[in-house]
C-alpha cells in the first residue's frame, strides 16, 4: 500500500472548514484514499473514502486530486467534538490491512 | 455505519491472570477481524488478523501463545491475554471487516484498556 504523509497537527476555529491535507504520491490506481479518525481514548471511526471522484457524505467531503497524488478531507463546520487524530491511508480495495500512520492531530478551538 | 461492540471497556487484573477481550460485529457478518494494540500517544498497531474458522495470523514480534485469538463465528472475535503482566498494559482495540462491492470498510470497537497491576 502506498505511503501517506500528513502534518502532524492542525488548529481549526470552531465554526469554520477543517482543511486537512493527505500526500500519498505513490498511490497506484487500484487504491483508495481512506480517512479515520480517532477521539481520545476511543477506537477510530470510519469517515469517508474514495478512488477518483469528490466524495461527500454526512460527515465530510473528500477531494482528489486529479493525478491522485493528494487529497483533502474537509469538515465543513467544524465543533469541538472533532477534536481527534485524522488518518489518511491508501489501501487496495481487494485489501482489507489498515496500516496506520502519525495522522493529523486536529485541534478545534472556541 | 455499521456497529462493533467490544466488552469490557475497561479491566484492571493482577500480574499472571488472564484476561479475554471480545468484539462483536452487531449487524453484519465478517469473515475477517483484527487486533490492534495502542500505547500512549502512539499509532495503533496491528497485532494479528482473525479469520473465521481458521487460525490467525500474528505480526512479527506479537507472541501467538501469549495472545490467543479464536474466531469461532462469523459475528464474533476473542483476544485472551494469557499470564498478563505490566507491560501488557495497553489499550487494545478490534475491528471487524465490512465488504462488498466498493464497500470495503473496517469498523472497530470502542476499544478495551488493559491494566496489569
Known amino acids: 500500500d502506498a505511503k501517506t504523509t500528513q502534518p502532524p497537527s492542525m488548529d481549526c476555529a470552531e465554526g469554520r472548514a477543517a482543511n486537512l491535507p493527505c500526500n500519498h504520491s505513490t498511490i497506484s490506481g487500484n487504491e483508495y484514499v481512506y480517512w479515520y479518525r480517532q477521539i481520545h481514548s476511543q477506537g477510530p471511526q470510519y469517515i469517508i473514502h474514495?478512488?477518483?471522484n469528490n466524495e461527500t457524505n454526512e460527515m465530510a467531503s473528500l477531494i482528489i486530486t486529479e493525478d491522485r497524488k493528494s487529497s483533502t478531507l474537509i469538515l465543513p463546520h467544524a465543533t469541538l467534538r472533532d477534536t481527534a487524530v485524522y488518518y489518511c491511508i491508501a489501501l487496495n480495495n481487494a485489501g482489507n490491512m489498515l496500516t496506520f500512520g502519525g495522522g493529523t492531530r486536529l485541534m478545534v478551538k472556541p | 455505519g455499521a456497529v462493533v461492540s467490544q466488552h469490557p471497556s475497561w479491566v484492571i487484573c493482577k500480574s499472571g491472570t488472564s484476561v479475554k477481550i471480545e468484539c462483536r460485529s452487531l449487524?453484519?457478518?465478517?469473515?475477517?477481524m483484527f487486533w490492534y494494540r495502542q500505547f500512549p500517544k502512539q499509532s495503533l498497531m496491528l497485532m494479528a488478523t482473525?479469520?473465521?474458522?481458521?487460525?490467525?495470523?500474528?505480526e512479527q514480534g506479537v507472541e501467538k501463545d501469549k495472545f490467543l485469538i479464536n474466531h469461532a463465528s462469523l459475528t464474533l472475535s476473542t483476544l485472551t491475554v494469557t499470564s498478563a503482566h505490566p507491560e501488557d498494559s495497553s489499550f487494545y482495540i478490534c475491528?471487524?471487516?465490512?465488504?462488498?462491492?466498493?464497500?470495503?470498510?473496517?469498523?472497530f470497537g470502542a476499544g478495551t484498556r488493559l491494566s496489569v497491576l
Open positions: 482473525s479469520n473465521e474458522g481458521s487460525k490467525a495470523t500474528y
Open positions: 475491528s471487524a471487516y465490512l465488504s462488498g462491492g466498493s464497500k470495503n470498510i473496517q469498523y
Open positions: 449487524d453484519f457478518q465478517a469473515t475477517t
Open positions: 474514495g478512488l477518483k
